[in-house]
């Protein structure tokens, strides 16, 4: 008697990954947030509207680059998004790596409608219903923009359009960088804002491994408060561990202290009252 013949075996897809490759072009990863805004440090939301770094931004990315110059090595690949703030976070590493930036539209961040220009404090006060839907992690309704899942589905595009290099550094925003992180790891809406927000200038460090992605660092940052110089910390929680050190990476300084990025759905209230909230970092 015989029978259908089996359907061929498929190969399952990888993020970031070229379609139908078994593995990603690039096998290491770091997904790194763009320095302070003006904007950032005033709570208000940025998405596709394009405000330059502030003094604090451009210093901040310099001293990262420093950092990240010496962790990643001349053969990294620098790709950014085309907003100023993030090319200019990446121009910062680019020259000390002595090489260009690769500029990827697909890579800027999460368009979020009627809300870009506004402060956290007028949308909740103007907009209560959309505030408590972000409030809660839920789909914005009625604020236009871009859909998270669409977010996540162009920067993995853009991930998997790249060339064969031994480490990518990726310069991107609060926004789509944890879509970017959540979608590698395969975890679906219900997890997500299961990873703190990156601070400014902050980033995730993922590796290929196996068959699958792995987070060995998150919200590290080269903020020398505390830490050696050009040494790189790891922000976790204060009551429980990094996410790092859960992955069994314990190579560097860890502090306790939460993102500095004020008031956060993530965070609670902030930590000095009155102190101005980072609009982005939550998204």
Request: with cysteine; net charge negative.
């Amino acid at each position: 008697m015989s029978g259908a013949a089996p359907a061929p075996a498929t190969t399952p897809a990888v993020p970031g990954a070229p379609e139908g490759a078994s593995e990603p072009t690039v096998a290491r990863l770091l997904v790194w947030r763009h320095g302070r805004t003006e904007w950032n440090a005033r709570g208000r939301f940025q998405g596709q509207l394009d405000p330059p770094l502030d003094g604090t931004g451009r210093r901040q990315a310099a001293r990262a680059a420093t950092a990240l110059a010496a962790a990643v090595g001349p053969d990294a690949l620098v790709v950014s998004s085309d907003l100023d703030r993030a090319r200019a976070t990446a121009e910062a590493l680019a020259d000390e790596l002595g090489t260009s930036v690769r500029v990827d539209p697909r890579l800027r961040e999460h368009g979020l409608g009627s809300w870009e220009g506004l402060t956290r404090e007028d949308v909740a006060r103007d907009l209560p219903e959309q505030y408590a839907d972000w409030m809660a992690g839920r789909p914005v309704r009625g604020r236009g923009g871009e859909d998270p899942a669409e977010v996540a589905r162009r920067a993995l595009a853009a991930l998997a359009d790249l060339p064969e290099a031994p480490v990518a550094v990726v310069v991107t925003h609060g926004g789509t960088g944890g879509r970017l992180v959540e979608a590698l790891l395969g975890l679906g809406p219900e997890h997500r804002r299961v990873f703190g927000p990156l601070g400014n200038c902050a980033w995730t460090e993922l590796a290929f491994q196996g068959t699958r992605w792995r987070v060995l660092r998150h919200n590290a940052s080269a903020d020398p408060s505390g830490d050696p110089p050009g040494g790189v910390r790891r922000s976790g929680t204060d009551s429980g561990p990094d996410v790092a050190e859960a992955a069994g990476v314990a190579d560097g300084p860890v502090t306790g202290r939460p993102v500095a990025a004020g008031a956060t759905p993530e965070e609670g209230a902030p930590a000095v009252p009155g102190a101005p909230t980072d609009a982005d970092a939550a998204l």
